[in-house]
Nanobody, 117 residues
Framework: VQLVESGGGLVQPGGSLRLSCAAS????????MNWFRQAPGKRPEWVSA????????GYAETVKGRFTISRDNAKNTLYLQMNSPKPEDTALYVC???????????WGQGTQDTVSS
């Protein structure tokens, strides 16, 4: 199993950024997927989740209405569209595979997103 994030970088407040997570080594369409983030000096925070076929999503209150999770099962790829980011969204963003509700078994290495003017 391998999860590889990409798309992070420097973005200005109010801009937009799309993160990707390329999955391999397992049947991607069979698993719910998640995004987490960890800011320097803070605990990891769950950001968003999507079920295996993309028909259901969930978001942390801190990003609801600004971020959109999606997936392309044909491309084995998970996405996180970040609109109107704020400086407090600066973090390492990591995708994770769900094993069971609130349980995760594989994690990527993460992609750094910095929101600054």
């Amino acid at each position: 199993v391998q999860l590889v994030e990409s798309g992070g970088g420097l973005v200005q407040p109010g801009g937009s950024l799309r993160l990707s997570c390329a999955a391999s080594g397992f049947t991607f369409s069979s698993y719910d997927m998640n995004w987490f983030r960890q800011a320097p000096g803070k605990r990891p925070e769950w950001v968003s989740a999507i079920n295996n076929d993309g028909s259901a999503t969930g978001y942390a209150e801190t990003v609801k209405g600004r971020f959109t999770i999606s997936r392309d099962n044909a491309k084995n790829t998970l996405y996180l569209q970040m609109n109107s980011p704020k400086p407090e969204d600066t973090a390492l963003y990591v995708c994770a595979r769900s094993l069971a509700p609130s349980s995760y078994d594989y994690w990527g290495q993460g992609t750094q997103d910095t929101v600054s003017s």
